[in-house]
């Protein structure tokens, strides 16, 4: 044990801890004597010796589970997360990152039709029997071929009298077909034949193609019974960036506003934690450092997998939250998502799709930084899909796409700078969310070729 004195007639007395347990808070007040007491580690930390330190915190890798730990165990479990100071193997399934932010295409290399007519006409396409029954140049070929053989037929009945009329006959049948003479040639009618081979399938082609837009409602089995191209599309695009502040147009100026209508649900998974939901209060940041206290969120707390939620319904898109969690325990890592429900109008016109955002941050082999920032950049995208007439409608359809930065992800060099001991002071851990909007809005253009 040691003993402290404070000042006169102040004294501090700190027993030694046995392991599994390290020394907590001063509850027996005796004639000025301070003593401390003895409590279990907590979860995500042990000690297997006996001393008056606190319970170290549990590596990358390994995990505690349990109060009152002696040993860190390591993580076994395939596709797992264990992150310093875990409590508990995490399936990495449920941390998965996914946004929304697709790239929009790029036009294709041929923007006119004639051309893309033309190419796709003469293309012999041998992937597979399929894609060579579409092939309009595979049916010409094929037809060049028994022109071949009708005309060698042809010639080898002029060698033989008695077939005289078959031959007649023939030739009468041909010359119905010539395009070309108008019915004077049978070797017209051959030709005739050929041609119409090549204007039917164009007909095809250019009927099919003319569906294949917009992209959007286009499946990848409908472009490849076009033409065997899975790349081929009705469609060219055009992407720029517009200053938000600018006017809009009558007929654009609803998608905007759906989207500022649009409500938002913010999620904040912290992973790897023993802090239990009622250590957790939230409060909106507002200007010259004030502040308002909130409880407008749910919580909850997932026993299996140690990971502590957090969620509210956000009052605007422009906004300061901060989450406070207090007690003694470390957050491994936080997982921040944003939400928010699909919205149709005038006809589905206007539709602003749903908002299913999900990223996850987590310091290298270190616990969470006890003063966390984390500020979002959201950004309107704006899909503009032309009319396929001058008589259709303008179609629009709007997206926000988050963007996080995070400033500070651990105090690792605080505590190489100031010492170690300061790792296991805090009594709490703060969270702070800036939401912002971007003061440009991404504009995409489809239009048909």
């Known amino acids: 044990h040691i003993g402290l004195v404070l000042d006169v007639g102040i004294a501090l007395i700190l027993p030694a801890s046995p392991p599994g347990r390290c020394s907590s808070n001063i509850q027996d007040v005796l004639f000025n004597i301070s003593t401390y007491t003895s409590a279990p580690c907590i979860p995500g930390t042990a000690r297997n010796t006996t001393s008056f330190g606190p319970c170290l915190l549990c590596p990358s890798n390994m995990k505690s589970n349990g109060s009152g730990a002696m040993e860190c165990h390591p993580c076994q479990m395939n596709n797992s997360l264990c992150l310093r100071g875990s409590v508990y193997e995490i399936n990495k399934n449920k941390l998965s990152n996914y946004d929304q932010a697709e790239p929009y295409p790029d036009s294709p290399d041929i923007t006119e039709f004639d051309d893309i007519l033309l190419h796709n006409i003469f293309l012999f396409r041998t992937t597979s ?190 906004i300061s939250v901060e989450f406070n969690l207090k007690g003694p325990y470390f957050v491994g890592g936080f997982r921040l998502c944003l939400s928010g429900p699909s919205k149709r109008r005038d006809e589905n016109k206007y539709i602003v799709q749903e908002l299913d955002f999900c990223q996850m941050f987590s310091p290298l082999n270190e616990t969470l930084t006890v003063n966390a920032l984390v500020n979002i950049k959201m950004t309107k995208t704006i899909n503009r899909t032309m009319g396929m007439s001058m008589n259709d409608d303008l179609m629009f359809g709007g997206l926000w796409l988050p963007k996080l930065s995070v400033t500070t992800l651990s105090d690792a060099l605080v505590y190489i700078e100031n010492g170690e001991y300061l790792r296991y002071l805090p009594e709490r851990t703060r969270l702070i969310i800036d939401m912002s909007e971007s003061d440009f809005f991404v504009q995409n253009t489809q239009e048909p070729i």
Request: glycine share 2%.
């Open 129 to 318: 029997p399929s894609c060579l029954a579409i092939s309009p140049l595979f049916w010409a070929t094929l037809t060049i071929a028994l022109s071949f053989i009708i005309l060698i037929v042809m010639i080898i009945l002029t060698y033989f009298p008695e077939y005289k009329n078959y031959r007649i006959l023939l030739k009468t049948i041909f010359k119905r077909f010539d395009l070309l003479k108008e019915g004077e040639l049978w070797l017209g009618g051959l030709v005739s034949i050929i041609i119409i081979v090549l204007i039917i399938f164009t007909c095809r082609f250019s009927n099919m193609f003319l569906n294949l837009y917009p992209i959007e409602t286009t499946s990848h089995d409908a472009r490849m019974a076009v033409s065997c191209d899975s790349s081929l599309f009705n469609a060219k695009f055009i992407t720029s960036l517009q200053l938000l502040s600018i006017h809009k147009h009558e007929q654009e100026q609803p998608i905007f506003d759906i989207l500022d209508q649009q409500r938002i649900t913010l999620t904040v998974h912290f992973i790897g934690t023993a802090h239990p939901c009622t250590s957790v209060n939230m409060q909106q940041n507002m200007d010259r450092g004030q502040s308002i206290s909130s409880t407008d969120f749910n919580c909850s707390f997932d026993n299996e997998n140690f990971i502590l939620s957090v969620s509210t319904l956000l009052p605007q898109h422009r």
